[in-house]
């Protein structure tokens, strides 16, 4: 079954046997100060098809963007702990070119044998990568026989590593981003019922596109975070200083009533943790959300809340969860979001989380083994479940 990448070809339709292959990764992981790793899930996570490809005898280039060094060298983006700590994990020597084009790589590319991995520098440290060039896009195209994807996270850019090397070389999907897409498109497409969307975070307008495309689809949408307000700000209630998105407030009502209409259960918080101002360390209280005084913000989903949604979750066979449920980044608003986490992980459902704060939450909750596909894609994954197209993805060869 192939339905998130329809009729483009993935890994396992080309030919990689013997080939120089060029996998764009997605390599953009936190590094600190000391240029330490401190999360290297995201490499980890293509190592299927890379292995893949190293088991076939291909020659192995990989390429990447790291941070936003904007199209000139910074050490500070260097892939070269990445390559590092991939020389760790195949345990297996590791090229690491410090140029994204140019003659060193090409020498580096004409001495590599079957199964040798290469990683280029930093895509962006070059202007080309962001432009979408075509000379910077064919360079690359140069040094390889078969192009792939395997880097949702940057699937919704049109830059020279995701949408140009395709024009000029046959270009498939990894393993990676064929599941990343399986998941958060397919699932939406045809979800086994009741289909619950755990919906988070700052913004309303960050989620907008999801909640229009989901409200024919499911059965029940939970809202929290600071999203929740502006829909509580909308059906009349003060919420004090809590985050609410003025120009918002008449289109929350308007998706409330459209969801309505399709018999979708909504749920909101109806006790919340506040506080005078978003630190360790600050006074908190647990109030109703009809009780939030002037002064005083909503940052944490209250117990109550938990219970009730995590009912909600009870029953699902499909849940998805984008967006945290309140600023779980400091331990005194954390309790709902590990809260929801637990609640997911325990459901006996198809559960599939996106979005880079929600896929740290549920790893800080202690609960990511129990959940059944975590997306590394963050922004790209929103727009996927958002049901667009993504350039990455369109530019991908068609099968015949
Ligand atoms: P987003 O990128 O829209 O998913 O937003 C994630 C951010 O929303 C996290 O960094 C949270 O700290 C923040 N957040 C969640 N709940 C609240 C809230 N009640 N008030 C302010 N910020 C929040």
Redesign the pocket.
């Known amino acids: 079954m192939n339905i998130g990448l329809l009729n483009k070809l993935t890994v396992e339709d080309v030919n990689v046997k013997g080939k120089r292959v060029f996998i764009r990764v997605d390599f953009n992981v936190p590094i600190d100060e000391n240029l330490m790793i401190n999360d290297d899930r995201r490499i980890r996570s293509s190592l299927p098809t890379i292995n893949y490809c190293m088991d076939e005898g291909a020659k192995v280039i990989l390429a990447s963007h790291l941070g936003r060094p904007k199209g000139k060298p910074d050490q500070r983006y260097s892939l070269a702990p990445v390559a590092k700590r991939l020389q760790r994990l195949l345990n297996k020597e590791v090229l690491f070119v410090p140029e994204c084009v140019g003659p060193e790589v090409q020498k580096a590319g004409e001495k590599m044998r079957a199964g040798d991995v290469m990683v280029l520098e930093n895509m962006r440290f070059d202007p080309g990568e962001e432009a979408n060039d075509e000379g910077f896009a064919k360079a690359l195209a140069g040094l390889a026989d078969v192009y792939l994807n395997d880097a949702l996270g940057a699937a919704h850019r049109n830059h020279a590593s995701v949408v140009g090397i395709p024009k000029f070389i046959p270009a498939a999907a990894g393993f990676l981003l064929k599941k990343e897409v399986e998941y958060l498109r397919g699932t939406v497409s045809d979800p086994v019922r009741p289909f619950v969307a755990i919906l988070?975070?700052?913004?309303v307008s960050?989620?907008i596109g999801v909640l229009e495309n989901f409200q024919d689809k499911v059965d029940k949408v939970i809202v929290?975070?600071?999203?929740?307000?502006t829909f509580i700000k909308a059906m009349g209630f003060e919420v004090g200083d809590?985050?609410v998105e003025t120009d918002m407030l008449g289109l929350a009502e308007r998706i409330r009533d459209n969801l309505k209409k399709y018999g979708v259960k909504f749920y909101l918080p109806v006790d919340?943790v506040i506080a005078q101002s978003?630190e360790p360390g600050a006074e908190t209280k647990i109030v109703t959300t009809q009780e939030i005084p002037k002064g005083w913000?909503?940052?944490?989903?209250g117990p109550a809340s938990c219970r009730l949604f995590a009912e909600a979750i009870q029953n699902a066979k499909t849940v998805i969860w984008?967006?945290?449920?309140?600023?779980?980044?400091?331990d005194a608003?954390s309790r709902g979001?590990f809260a929801i986490a637990r609640a997911v992980a325990d459901a006996y459902a198809l559960t599939v989380v996106g979005?880079?704060?929600?896929d740290l939450a549920v790893h800080r909750a202690g609960v990511s083994d129990s959940i059944s596909f975590i997306s590394t894609g963050g922004g790209a994954s929103l727009q996927l479940l958002e049901g667009k197209e993504l350039p990455g993805i369109s530019a991908l060869s068609d099968k015949k």
Do not use: H, Q, W, Y
């Not at 984008?322 to 400091?330: A, K, R, S, T, Y």
């Open positions: 988070g975070g700052a913004k960050g989620k929290g975070g600071g999203m929740a307000f809590s985050l919340c978003i913000r909503a940052l944490d989903i984008n967006g945290p449920m309140g600023v779980f980044e400091i608003f979001t979005g880079g704060d929600t």
